[in-house]
């Protein structure tokens, strides 16, 4: 059974990952000023973490299946009819963009750093409503 408060803290941390970028990044200093793009990209990182952490807890607990990638486990909560499956396969594109920020898999591009900023912030309390959704 799912831990409920420990599934509200991520959530809620989630939240004010999306809070402080919203009030405090300035996109348009991503490209010139390194502690602006530091915090950009290190609160997104955290961001996305919690929504993977909050995911994998439901998967698990649910036994929703066993994902072969972080990515996979928002999959395994659309097939569940936990999230719609666009919303899945744009959090499963986070996942990916919190890779390249943890692992350092490539130089990270700015660009996509600024659009994940300006344009898929939704998407991260999307998930923490859906979730929410489906609380007993």
Known sequence: MTDLDLLEKKLAFVESCVSELQRLAVAEKIDTDLKERRFIEHTLQLAIQACLDAASHVVSDDRLGEPS??????????????????LAQRLSAAAGFRNVLVHGYAEVDNRITRDVLEHHLGDLLDFAAALRQQRP
């Open 69 to 86: 990638t972080t990515r996979e486990l928002f999959l395994l909560l659309a097939r569940a009819g936990r999230l719609s499956q666009e």
